[in-house]
């Protein structure tokens, strides 16, 4: 029987992806760009007035963490939504090569790396896994420990840009995983690609 760990892949799955002898070695790794990028994401839709809440689920957290990642993406996305101009453009401009990049599979974007990420998160007590607020599914929330990590992280000047873009997806696309999904499949480079498939 396969081991079921979350909305997006089975272990078997995972070990049919097809990877080069070096992308083997690192596509399931965390590193500590894509941890503090994640943290601060969670972080991000941790907050509200009136008390904690969460990042509902593993498939909105892969879609949000796609637009944060592709801020070319972000602003294609934000323009459709009637998003002033200026804001796509500034974002185009945040468009660099990527550390790693994300696949396509079943529900759109993905990283294999997303287990071992949360798996060391959750393991140092920066974020914990809790019934989602209005939902079936778990949610993330940082801890006392992650908030305050997050919030050294945003005094660093190295995160603005990607504060920022966290900022934007908070205020517009705070949505659900699937409502997310379906606008990803109105991009060209998501919908057209085929599964396992980097996207760019």
Known sequence: MPIQLGGELKVEELRQVP???GAERTAYRATREAEARVLLLIDGFSRK???????????????LDFLLR???????????????NEEKDRLDRQDSPLESRMMRYRYGPWDPSYFAVLGSL???GLI????AEGATALGYRTTSAGESLAGHFQEDGAFDEV???ITLLRRHLDLTGESLKNILYDLPEVADATWREELV
């Open 19 to 21: 990877l080069s002898s």
């Open 128 to 131: 914990e896994v809790v019934p």
């Open 122 to 124: 959750v393991g140092r």
């Open 49 to 63: 007035t009136t008390g904690p809440r969460t990042l509902e689920g593993r498939v909105k957290l892969a879609k």
């Open 70 to 84: 592709y801020p070319r993406h972000l602003g294609t996305v934000l323009a459709s939504r009637g998003i002033r």
């Open 163 to 165: 504060a920022g873009r």
